[in-house]
DNA sequence: ATTGTGGGAG
């Protein structure tokens, strides 16, 4: 039997033990000493695949004549088991030392780990040499400089490598569609796919191909071509390889086609904590909160061990629902296993916390933290945003920025936020300007809607509707939407009908907005108008949601419907009510009926104001928690002048502090005041 | 006659 096959074969199958016994009988039988170079590559080659670097760099470096194998060998191992940089050292060493050129299986290993490493210097010799010796004629070479240039974002470059071929083999396709999808580049990424489609027969299509295709459609939300090539894949037999079912799953949460996700995940066979990761971010994705929460239970009784994926995608879920006592445990879970360090981790507790109204914690958690990225920079800014505190938030970017930490395009719009909180206008415009020029971030709508709510805030109203109507947010709802709220808070119900009427040309598309409308209608006393936004919601099917608040008490949920009379409680609860309305009255509270229904008598009026929801929830909670408790409670809609109004007046009558989250930030009520002055 | 290019989740 041939011993160099043998040795191939053991290399292959990854079996040290076997290699081993041939390496002894190769001593035994005085083969080793004689200078045979082929058998020593042929170890080496075992060595190194099989993950014994040590014993294969003694080998060679005992080596008294080596050739490009003998490198070529001692340079996979490196490169598989992720030494890119000793790769090139080798390289460099082999071509000075000892005088060997890189042949057409070298030349891509070095270029491989050359991108790895980000070694845009030593790739381009590399094609230099390419080019010079012929090899660049060579597939595999051409595919590595491919690979370079799309990682490096040398796009241009990677095609210029094509130029001279007519058509791309599947690897090339792979890796370009793998490099675009990396920098988000999804026209280019369209194109390759087109190309890729035309050019190449579906049944060659490997699972990287997949991969990368699914991934594309995700981006783009393409659902039909999901649907084509999980088709195809199906007939192909590839369905069943663990890398496509979990991209599979991620596609089709992606599209937000939560219940073909499902199906997929419950015929796969091959399952792995990614392809469960995979799920419960689909649910996650598209605001499955509580079914993210709940296939985490499975998982757990499948003792599918989780990840740092899985636990940032669990309490992404936790925030999403405000669910404290669930995210708490989840947290305990996190330190258990080791992970509290990581950085994906420890931004999800971050934004957890934030989410919850523990603010403090929220900047604890983010102080703690050892290696923080833009992405915790940016939870931070905004969370103090969210919060109304502005000073803090411009205090983290400052940190931010003498840490030599590259801002991004969202730390702007917590930074804007921030400067609209604190009512700094000429601050906030030289931001704008300053992302320009100095990060080159071009600013976008979030910018400046912000811009807007800044100028807004401090009253500066028709510059804030020359800003709109001078800039590529003139027809967006939500820049108008702001500027709308600026108009009802500061009373300016001219120019506020004005903006009324503009909105209902653009004819939004949210209730939140419809809302505002009808409020302003009915500040303005325009009784008449109001038909109008009724006849809108009716036109683009916008449906008022009910108002929901939630609040937890010892790990239990208790939600609250505005005007509910099913909670076994109610009764109570509405005595409840009906008694702190009453004892806040002698504190100056005046109920704010204007914005109810109008064609009905005052007494009906109170009657509904004091049954919305957060009202309800707020009295349970005085009910059910200990005297002097912070009471947390979450809100689907924008709280309203009265809530807000009697909550104030309850924070300070029961000395308690009570924290509530919108739909769009926070309040916090203490002593009778809160946190957002009275603007949100 | 021993070495080689591309991989899923936030």
């Keep these: 039997m041939d011993i160099r096959k043998l040795l191939k074969a053991s290399a292959e199958a990854k079996n040290l033990k076997f290699g081993k016994i041939i390496h002894a009988h190769l001593i035994v039988i005085n083969q080793i000493s004689r200078n045979r170079v082929i058998e020593k590559n042929s170890l080496i080659n075992h060595y190194s695949k099989c993950g014994d670097l040590l014993s294969a760099r003694v080998l060679f470096d005992k080596m008294r004549k080596r050739n490009v194998v003998s490198w070529g060998s001692m340079m996979s191992g490196y490169l598989q088991h992720g030494y890119a940089q000793e790769v090139v050292e080798l390289c460099k060493h082999m071509v000075k030392v000892e005088k060997l050129s890189p042949n057409k299986h070298v030349l891509p290993m070095v270029l491989s780990s050359c991108s790895s490493c980000g070694l845009l210097d030593e790739g381009e010799q590399c094609h230099g040499y390419a080019f010079k010796s012929g090899l660049i004629f060579h597939q595999y070479v051409k595919n590595a400089l491919v690979y370079l240039y799309t990682m490096c974002s040398h796009l241009k470059a990677a095609m210029r490598v094509l130029d001279s071929s007519p058509r791309l083999d599947l690897c090339t396709y792979n890796i370009l569609l793998n490099g675009l999808l990396a920098q988000g580049d999804m026209n280019e990424a369209s194109c390759v796919l087109r190309r890729m489609i035309e050019e190449l027969e579906w049944s060659r299509w490997d699972g990287i191909t997949c991969v990368n295709v699914f991934g594309v459609c995700g981006h783009l939300k393409d659902l039909i071509l999901g649907r084509q090539v999980h088709g195809r894949l199906l007939k192909i037999g590839l369905d069943h390889d663990l890398f496509v079912g979990s991209s599979t799953i991620d596609m089709y949460g992606k599209c937000g086609d939560v219940s073909s996700m499902r199906t997929v995940f419950d015929v796969l066979r091959a399952r792995n904590e990614v392809t469960w990761t995979a799920a419960l971010t689909a649910y996650s994705q598209n605001e499955w909160f509580e079914e993210a929460l709940k296939l985490f239970l499975e998982m757990d009784r499948e003792n599918v061990v989780p990840n740092e994926y899985t636990f940032a995608v669990l309490l992404n879920s936790c925030a999403g629902l ?46 703690s933290m050892l290696d923080r990225d833009v992405i915790s920079w940016n939870l931070m800014i905004t969370g103090y945003s969210c919060h109304g505190l502005g000073m803090e938030a411009l205090g983290v970017f400052q940190q931010m920025l003498s840490e030599g930490k590259q801002p991004s395009y969202v730390t702007f719009v917590g930074v804007l936020s921030a400067c609209s909180l604190l009512g700094r206008v000429d601050e906030g415009f030289y931001y704008l300007n300053h992302m320009m020029r100095e990060y080159s971030i071009e600013p976008g709508l979030e910018h400046y809607t912000c811009i807007v709510g800044l100028l807004g805030r401090a009253r500066r109203l028709d510059e804030a509707e020359k800003f709109i109507r001078s800039n590529p947010i003139r027809q967006d709802v939500i820049a108008w939407r702001t500027l709308l709220n600026a108009c009802l808070v500061h009373q300016n119900y001219g120019l506020g009908k004005k903006v009324t009427d503009i909105l209902l040309e653009i004819g939004p598309d949210d209730a939140g907005t419809c809302i505002l409308m009808s409020n302003m209608h009915a500040r303005a006393k325009r009784w008449d108008k109001a038909s109008a936004v009724r006849k809108l919601m009716r036109e683009r099917n916008i449906k008022k949601e009910p108002g929901l608040s939630w609040i937890e008490i010892r790990n239990d949920t208790h939600v609250f419907v505005s005007g509910d009379t099913n909670n076994v409680e109610s009764v109570q609860i509405r005595e409840k009510v009906k008694k702190l309305l009453a004892e806040i009255r002698t504190l100056g509270y005046v109920p704010d009926i204007v914005t109810e229904l109008h064609d009905v008598d005052e007494e009906q009026k109170e009657d509904w104001l004091s049954y919305h929801s957060e009202k309800l929830a707020i009295a349970y909670a005085l009910m059910k928690s200990p005297p002097g408790a912070p009471i947390r409670v979450m809100k689907n809609l924008r709280m309203c002048d009265d809530c807000h109004s009697a909550a104030k007046y309850i924070s300070k009558f029961t000395n308690r502090t009570i924290i509530v989250r919108d739909a769009n930030r926070f309040h916090r009520f203490r002593e009778g005041l809160c946190s957002c002055a009275d603007y949100w």
Excluded: P, Q, W
């Excluded at 669930?326 to 981790?345: I, P």
């Design 322 to 367: 405000s669910a404290l006592g669930y995210g708490s445990s989840l947290h305990a879970r996190v330190e258990k296993v080791g992970l509290k360090h990581d950085t994906v981790v420890g931004n999800a507790l971050i934004y957890m916390a934030s989410k919850c109204g523990l603010i403090d914690d929220a900047h604890s958690l983010f102080e």
